[in-house]
C-alpha cells in the first residue's frame, strides 16, 4: 500500500516561512507527477505547485515567486518551502502523487492526510 505523510505545518505570522514534507513508504515503480494543493474553508481544492518527473516545475499564480516545490528522489520526498506568507495562505495542505506500482501498469493517484497551515498575526 502506497502512503504519503504530510508534515511541517503550523501557526506563522504574515511574511513568515514554512516547510512543508510529504514522505512516500510504498512499493512504487515510477513517479509521473507530484503536487501540492490546498483547501481552505469553504473553497475548492486547488494546486498549487506541481513537479513533473522530467523535474519541471508548474505553479499558481497566487504563490508564483514566493513557494518553491523540489523532491528528493533518494529519500521518496517531495517538499513545499514557502514564504512570505499571506493570511490568505491559510489552508490544509495535501500532498498528492500520480505513480505506476509496477511497469505497466496504470497511473494511480494517492493523496496524502494533509497538513494545516495557518498565517495570522
Known amino acids: 500500500q502506497v502512503q504519503l505523510v504530510e508534515s511541517g505545518g503550523g501557526l506563522v505570522q504574515p511574511g513568515g516561512s514554512l516547510r512543508l514534507s510529504c514522505a512516500q513508504s510504498g512499493s512504487i515503480f515510477s513517479i509521473v507527477f507530484m503536487g501540492w494543493y490546498r483547501q481552505a474553508p469553504g473553497k475548492a481544492r486547488e494546486r498549487v505547485a506541481g513537479i513533473a518527473n522530467n523535474g519541471v516545475t508548474t505553479y499558481a499564480s497566487s504563490v508564483k515567486g514566493r513557494f518553491t516545490i523540489s523532491r528528493d528522489n533518494a529519500k521518496n520526498t517531495v517538499y513545499l518551502q514557502m514564504n512570505s506568507l499571506k493570511p490568505e495562505d491559510t489552508a490544509v495542505y495535501y500532498c498528492?502523487?500520480?505513480?505506476?506500482?509496477?511497469?505497466?501498469?496504470?497511473?494511480?493517484?494517492?493523496w496524502g492526510q494533509g497538513t494545516q497551515v495557518t498565517v495570522s498575526s
Open positions: 498528492n502523487v500520480d505513480a505506476r506500482r509496477a511497469p505497466g501498469s496504470p497511473v494511480a493517484n494517492y
